[in-house]
């Protein structure tokens, strides 16, 4: 079983960045396809990016194609997101998680371990 804590979230203001960090514990971390996911207030958790367990492969949602980048450090156990040209509907909870297959990895019932989350609040 891996565990999961999210940093790096913040205020920013529209068009600026923020880098996402989750530390994640456990021996079994680089076997783990790992996401990052959003909730804003009164919405269903939405599906942000994915990256398989070599880092080879990733997925985006089409709202973030382009501006976030998921990336992960398999010695260091950790997983990023680099955000960039943020905009005041980024803003959202966002939350790190972890699967065993990657096949599913933008479906939110795929998971079972999840962070605690990290505030991202983008003004206009």
């Known amino acids: 079983q891996v565990r999961l804590v999210e940093s790096g979230g913040g205020l920013v203001q529209a068009g600026g960045s923020l880098r996402l960090s989750c530390a994640a514990s456990g021996r079994t971390f680089s076997s783990y396809a790992m996401a990052w996911f959003r909730q804003a207030p009164g919405k269903e958790r939405e599906f942000v990016g994915a990256i398989n367990w070599s880092g080879g492969r990733t997925r985006y949602a089409d709202s973030v194609k382009g501006r976030f980048t998921i990336s992960r450090d398999n010695v260091e156990n950790m997983v990023y997101l680099q955000m960039n040209s943020l905009k005041p509907e980024d803003t959202a909870v966002y939350y790190c998680?972890?699967?065993?297959?990657?096949?599913?990895?933008?479906?939110?019932?795929?998971?079972?371990?999840w962070g605690q989350g990290t505030q991202v609040t983008v003004s206009s």
């Open positions: 998680a972890a699967t065993t297959g990657y096949s599913g990895a933008a479906y939110v019932q795929n998971y079972d371990t």
